[in-house]
């Protein structure tokens, strides 16, 4: 494969330093803890899983993988469409390798992924690509939503499915929200409120955001 092929990366994102990753992950793994144990997931177990007669242990149901980011622009090594020129936009080139502060907004879980939102600045926009919403085939209103919109972390994916799907997930859950479902409050935990949103779909908006360091950088994986 020539170079030229080759240069792009896997993909642009910001990327979790070490100190912070141990802190949110620690956090989702205590919600998760938490919401297998509450009587609500259990009433809406059958939503959650086919296998309904069994009890889900979430920690075990999602498998975490790799360094935690938040993928600004997925480039394929250089095949995924706007690739090219997502990587020669002038924000993404100065600030390639600074450090930014992510506020993670929410937390959330489906049958088949748990993530954080994240809720970026107007200064982070600025490395959001335009098109990161245009997703209508697979979540029809997500192009009426404001761009950041799916900016997300990916905390961990049930067996076989792949991470974007974290964003699609929270796509969804924003898509409803637009639409006016503000969710059924289920109950005040300790980091916030959580909402369900029917079939398997839950979200802890925090009480306090989680601020995280995170590096602009890329994964050539
Ligand atoms: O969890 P994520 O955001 O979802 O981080 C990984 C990363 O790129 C490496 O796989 C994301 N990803 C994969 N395919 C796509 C895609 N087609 N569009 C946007 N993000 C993608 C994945």
Redesign the pocket.
């Known amino acids: 494969v020539p170079l030229e092929e080759t240069s792009l990366p ?2 642009f ?1 910001w990327f979790l330093l070490p100190g912070i990753q141990d802190k949110v992950r620690c956090t989702s793994m205590d919600f998760l803890k938490t919401l297998d144990t509450l009587e609500a997931f259990k009433k809406h177990l059958p939503d959650f899983t086919v296998e309904a007669e069994k009890e889900v242990d979430l920690e075990q149901y999602f498998q975490a993988n790799g360094v935690l ?3 600004t622009k ?1 480039c ?1 090594y250089g095949k ?1 469409e706007g690739a090219k020129e997502y990587a020669d936009k002038l924000a993404v080139k100065e600030l390639y390798g600074s450090a930014f502060e992510l506020s993670l907004s929410a937390l959330f879980v489906t049958p088949r992924t748990v ?1 954080a939102r994240v809720s970026l600045s107007e200064d982070q926009l600025t490395l959001w690509p335009a098109d ?1 919403e245009e997703v209508v085939s697979v979540v029809p209103a997500a192009a009426t939503l404001p761009a950041g919109s799916r900016a ?3 905390l961990g994916c049930a067996e076989g499915v ?3 799907q ?2 699609f997930d929270l796509l969804e859950i924003l898509a409803l929200q637009q639409e006016g479902q503000e969710g059924e409050l289920v109950e005040e935990m300790e980091l916030g409120s959580l909402a369900y949103y029917g079939k398997g779909r839950w979200l802890l908006s925090l009480r306090e955001p989680i601020s995280a360091q995170a590096c602009f950088s890329s ?1 050539y ?1």
């Open positions: 896997l993909f994102g980011h938040c993928t997925f394929d995924a993530g990161a997300h972390i990916t792949e991470p974007q974290t964003g994964l994986g």
